[in-house]
């Protein structure tokens, strides 16, 4: 894993999110391409400490993203970064539904 030794706002709880979308079939090769480059710059993020993306077994168009940033500021400005509005612009007409993204807490 790629990491940036800058730090945004350190000292606040981290941020740990589960992100779950549906690929419609004929565009998944496209979609995780369209992931696979947006991977790179967020893992060099200074907030970003992982990120995990898979897919669920025996449904490959079901994709679960497993993310922790170091705070919800770090999460923020990882969504404002253009090659995520390059993603999410990809993303547009190819997903069966809306995405669903839970907050998770540490035990």
């Known amino acids: 894993m790629l990491r940036n030794k800058r730090r945004i706002n350190v000292g606040q709880s981290k941020d740990y999110l589960l992100a779950e979308l549906t690929v419609l079939p004929e565009f998944l090769d496209y979609v995780k391409s369209a992931l696979k480059q947006a991977l790179i710059p967020t893992l060099q993020e200074a907030g970003c400490e992982g990120m995990f993306e898979t897919s669920r077994e025996g449904d ?8 922790i940033f170091s705070s919800s500021a770090a999460h923020k400005f990882h969504l404002e970064q253009d090659y995520m509005k390059r993603l999410f612009k990809a993303l547009e ?15």
């Open 93 to 107: 007409g190819k997903l069966a539904g809306a995405s669903i993204m839970t907050k998770l807490n540490a035990l």
């Open 60 to 67: 490959p168009h079901k994709l679960v993203f497993f993310e």
